[in-house]
């Protein structure tokens, strides 16, 4: 079992950075496969970043490429987002998510998730 704290969300302004970290807990979660999704209101929620187990391998959505690093310290059992250049579009609830064996950009594939933290970016 996995569990997942989310922080570092808050309001800012546009053009602002922002930087999430995920906790995660559990004796092999430096071994699990690390996602941050979100979900603004009223949509579905869709893929931001993920990251393998290793740091290695990287994927982003184009709507957040070259804006967004995904990183992973796994000495620290934590995963962040780095967020630059923020836009009022990517105002949501961001999720980070892990798996045990899939490095995947799917929703439907993490096996746990965090609450959420919220970011709010004003224009």
């Known amino acids: 079992q996995v569990q997942l704290v989310e922080s570092g969300g808050g309001l800012v302004q546009a053009g602002d950075s922002l930087r999430l970290s995920c906790a995660t807990s559990g004796r092999t979660a430096s071994s699990y496969h690390m996602g941050w999704f979100r979900q603004a209101p009223g949509k579905e929620r869709e893929f931001v970043a993920a990251?393998?187990?290793?740091?290695?391998?990287?994927v982003y959505a184009d709507s957040v490429k070259g804006r967004f690093t995904i990183s992973r310290d796994n000495a620290k059992n934590t995963v962040y987002l780095q967020m630059n250049s923020l836009k009022p579009d990517d105002t949501a609830v961001y999720y980070c998510?892990?798996?045990?064996?899939?490095?995947?950009?799917?929703?439907?594939?993490?096996?746990?998730w965090g609450q959420g933290t919220q970011v709010t970016v004003s224009s």
């Open positions: 990251i393998n187990w290793s740091g290695i391998h990287r």
């Open positions: 998510a892990a798996d045990p064996s899939r490095y995947t950009t799917s929703v439907g594939r993490y096996a746990y």
